[in-house]
């Protein structure tokens, strides 16, 4: 752990100056900015919407006339915890920041340098943290970022190769062993990925599920939800090469997660006239879920009537 306290002190200067730069107040929905470069692609975040008020705002970009951003505000609903982030920028972008708790303390919790080379790209990031320090070395063929070779005191180093199309778009990143994005194959978009991803999993699911225990009425729909009872139904790998090819392509690109959802739950809509390979009650439902349940209630209005969606999470004693 790293003693963070000597940049805990430098809260209230540190503020006043980023502020002091900051003419206009720019609420998004999610995060919106950083200063890595592939931090969006990498992590397959979905950049934030831009609104037009704060009523869905999780974040607050403080911003100059020329666009430039000087503090990020953010809050986490669930720990109640709110974060600043204060930025100095130089001739070629942001040369610095400190990220802070802004409540229910203003603890420091990051600051990492940042160093750019002759041509004015992003060189060299070194960071210090509570959970560590370490730093990134960024490389560039014909202008374009190609590599970051990455240095962290707690564990070891990991590489990250990037490669384009012959369009100059990026095709793939990996990190270390892992591919951490992939991109379309060209002339694809992602509605193509996503039609063939639900056509797909349409035709493997009744398949794969011919050893599913049957229906008993509302009993057996409620026996099905139960942790004690639960079935789980693999389709194999070599069972469904295509299919697995697809998933991975929704996996690898920036797929909000309601998209994947609202995807799921056009599957379950078109298998519910399916000719089981078992015999189901009347009212048999098939519905999208997660190990959480967190979604559980909203997908199951999507697939079947309100009145059906509220006997069945009674039945489950989820409302």
Excluded at 125 to 131: K, P
Excluded at 166 to 176: K, L, M, Y
Excluded at 196 to 201: E, G, Q, Y
Excluded at 255 to 274: S, Y
Aim: hydrophobic share 35%; aromatic share 10%; glycine share 6%.
């Amino acid at each position: 752990m790293s003693d963070m306290s000597w940049l805990s002190v430098q809260y209230s200067e540190r503020k006043q100056a980023a502020e002091a730069q900051v003419t206009q107040w720019v609420p998004y929905s999610d995060t919106a900015y950083s200063v890595d470069p592939l931090y969006f692609l990498v992590n397959r975040f979905t950049v934030g919407e831009r609104l037009t008020s704060d009523d869905r705002a999780t974040y607050w970009y403080g911003q100059d006339d020329t666009g430039r951003i000087w503090v990020e505000r953010w809050g986490a609903p669930i720990t109640g915890q709110h974060y600043e982030t204060f930025f100095t920028h130089g001739e070629h972008g942001p040369e610095e920041l400190a990220l802070y708790t802004y409540s229910p303390d203003k603890s420091a919790i990051r600051h990492e340098d940042l160093t750019y080379g002759d041509e004015g790209r992003l060189a060299l990031s070194q960071y210090r943290a509570t959970g560590g320090s370490g730093l990134s070395r960024f490389h560039y063929t014909a202008g374009r970022l190609t590599r970051i070779d990455e240095e962290h005191a707690s564990g070891e180093p990991i590489q990250i190769q990037v490669t384009y199309d012959d369009n100059g778009a990026i095709s793939q990143v990996t990190r270390g062993p892992e591919v951490a994005y992939r991109g379309l194959p060209t002339g694809t978009t992602l509605e193509d990925i996503d039609r063939a991803f639900v056509d797909r999993l349409v035709e493997a699911i009744p398949a794969a599920v011919a050893a599913f225990p049957s229906s008993a009425g509302d009993e057996g729909i409620a026996a099905l939800l139960t942790e004690a009872d639960q079935h789980e139904v693999v389709v194999p790998p070599e069972d469904a090469a295509d299919l697995y090819e697809l998933a991975d392509y929704l996996d690898r690109t920036r797929l909000p997660d309601d998209q994947l959802r609202a995807l799921l739950n056009q599957v379950c809509r078109r298998l519910e006239p399916t000719d089981w390979p078992f015999a189901v009650a009347d009212g048999f439902l098939v519905f999208a879920t997660d190990l959480e349940q967190v979604d559980l209630a909203d997908n199951l209005r999507a697939v079947t009537t309100p009145p059906r969606a509220a006997h069945v999470l009674t039945l489950a004693g989820l409302e």
